[in-house]
């Protein structure tokens, strides 16, 4: 069966932040100038809990601060954990090959 998980993905985080404040601490930049942060919405990481519910991916390229968050997940079978999906790096390289 296939789903849209960057639709169920938006709608955990929309969860999460509600009409709440959210402030972003920036790290830095990757290599195609877009911002690094980690955000909160109070004192709740925001990053954490997305990676931690299965929504999102510990980006290892970056940083490892969120893989035993991760592994919690797939280990749960959480979010996107529950089925199978493609990296997003895998799906925005196939999709450059296919232009």
């Given at each position: 069966?296939?789903?849209m ?6 709608k ?5 932040v ?5 402030r972003?601490?920036?790290s ?9 942060a ?5 004192k ?6 997305m990676?931690?519910?299965g929504?999102?991916l510990?980006?290892?390229r ?6 035993a968050k ?16 493609m ?13």
């Amino acid at each position: 069966m296939s789903y849209m998980c960057g639709v169920e993905s938006k709608k955990a985080l929309v969860e999460i932040v509600q009409d709440k404040l959210v402030r972003c601490e920036i790290s830095g930049a990757d290599r195609y100038g877009r911002l690094l942060a980690t955000c909160f919405v109070g004192k709740q990481n925001i990053n954490a809990t997305m990676v931690q519910r299965g929504w999102a991916l510990s980006y290892r390229r970056y940083s490892a601060r969120y893989v035993a968050k991760e592994q919690e997940a797939i280990t749960l079978q959480q979010g996107i954990h529950a089925g199978l999906f493609m990296m997003p790096w895998e799906w925005r390289k196939a999709c450059r090959n296919t232009r």
